[in-house]
């Protein structure tokens, strides 16, 4: 019998056909259906793992479906549904997980439950150490084993139910070829003696995820260039930010969803400019939800537009060394850095961020000494000999 996961190519010249279409699961939306799972479970120390979310369509964004390959069998958990899953988040912590773009997930499961990985290996930081072209996990499906993905399964509202048969069958596809995808990307990493690199990388995204999402801030409200605004601009944009915060919360909608950003600073822009409350509402447009939301939204400017901008919150300047700026020596030897980092990024065919992004850049030149804690060691070993670290 010749293995589902042979590459594609290979599969093609040994006769084998190639389809998208999806692997036979079980879907585990009612209480005392977790047994087979996690009976399965015992049997393996390696599980796939991904999990679908409505950040796209609800103001908080919920877990609404998780998916698992766990040796030849896939199961899908509803967690919507009446289950207790405190079983399954305590065997899976102990398992290695292949994840594709694990940060979100991680970030999700660590708010839902508390749950740390115990070991990851993500494929989409794989195919990026690779330099592939693209990293999604739909373009290298279809380039390995010339798999199709569903576009309007990926945009589709994970939180209504029942889910439909083309939903799952996507969802089972998300993890099915994961371990095939794994061994791949693992022979071309160890082939360029990056398989190293690799696990950094995983190990530092766990630590990152485990942090959650970042909690709300006062100071949210200051979107785009809002720091050339001044006086009644000021007053307005917060008043019309966290109007559309309410709002989004009260239909349960993402707040760019009831407006985007281009037009609160459009409304305060003109406010700025000193514009009469009835031309900035005549210059509104707010698509279907027009009728419904005017009457608040000029309630809200009006408000603004009234308020002393000077008794607006303060933004807190913080005192972290990591956020000052830097003196000429240090933006000098900050350039001399990122051009010998992007002379070896050039060399090893590297996105030149993947060894140091602007931040980091910017950390090192102001604290050369530290630069194994901030960069993680395969990045460090790249930089320190280069002429600009080098010389210090």
């Not at 970030?107 to 439950?113: A, Y």
């Not at 709002?247 to 707040?255: E, M």
């Not at 809200?300 to 005192?319: H, M, N, V, W, Y």
Request: proline share 6%; hydrophobic share 40%.
């Amino acid at each position: 019998m010749i293995s589902r996961f042979l590459p594609v190519r290979l599969r093609r010249l040994l006769g084998v056909k190639v389809t998208s279409q999806p692997p036979a699961y079980l879907l585990i939306d009612q209480p005392g259906q977790l047994a087979p799972l996690l009976k399965a479970m015992e049997r393996v120390d390696e599980v796939c793992l991904d999990t679908e979310a409505d950040n796209m369509f609800h103001f908080k964004t919920r877990v609404c479906l998780l998916q698992f390959l766990v040796g030849q069998e896939v199961f899908m958990v509803d967690p919507q549904s009446p289950l207790k899953l405190d079983g399954l988040w305590t065997s899976l912590a102990d398992k290695h997980l292949i994840m594709h773009g694990s940060d979100f997930d991680i970030r999700l499961l660590h708010d839902l439950c508390g749950f740390r990985p115990k070991s990851i290996f993500d494929t989409m930081l794989a195919a990026q150490l690779l330099n592939r072209p693209r990293v999604g996990l739909a373009p290298l499906l279809e380039d390995h084993f010339g798999v199709k993905l569903s576009k309007d399964s990926q945009k589709a509202n994970w939180s209504r139910r029942p889910l439909t048969q083309k939903m799952l069958d996507y969802a089972s596809l998300d993890v099915w070829h994961l371990p095939a995808l794994r061994d791949i990307l693992t022979r071309d990493l160890k082939r360029l003696n990056r398989l190293g690199w690799l696990q950094q990388q995983c190990e530092a995204q766990i630590e990152s995820g485990l942090t959650g999402f970042a909690p709300p801030d006062e100071n949210d409200w200051r979107i785009g260039h809002s720091e050339k605004l001044r006086g009644a601009g000021l007053s307005v944009l917060h008043a019309v930010w966290h109007w559309r915060q309410e709002q989004a919360r009260r239909i349960d909608t993402p707040p760019f969803k009831v407006c985007g950003n281009k037009l609160l600073l459009q409304i305060a822009t003109a406010a700025e400019a000193g514009d009469a409350l009835e031309s900035i509402v005549a210059g509104i447009n707010l698509g279907k939800r027009h009728p419904r939301l005017i009457g608040s939204l000029t309630a809200a400017i009006k408000s603004g537009l009234e308020r002393d901008p000077q008794t607006l919150p303060r933004r807190q300047r913080k005192r972290d060394p990591r956020h000052a700026a830097l003196t000429q020596g240090e933006v000098e030897l900050q350039d001399r850095i990122k051009l010998d980092r992007d002379r070896v990024a050039k060399r090893l065919s590297l996105e030149p961020t993947l060894i140091a992004n602007r931040v980091q850049l910017a950390q090192i030149a102001r604290q050369p000494r530290q630069l194994d804690e901030i960069l993680l060691s395969w990045q460090a070993d790249l930089l320190r000999h280069e002429p600009a670290l080098k010389q210090l």
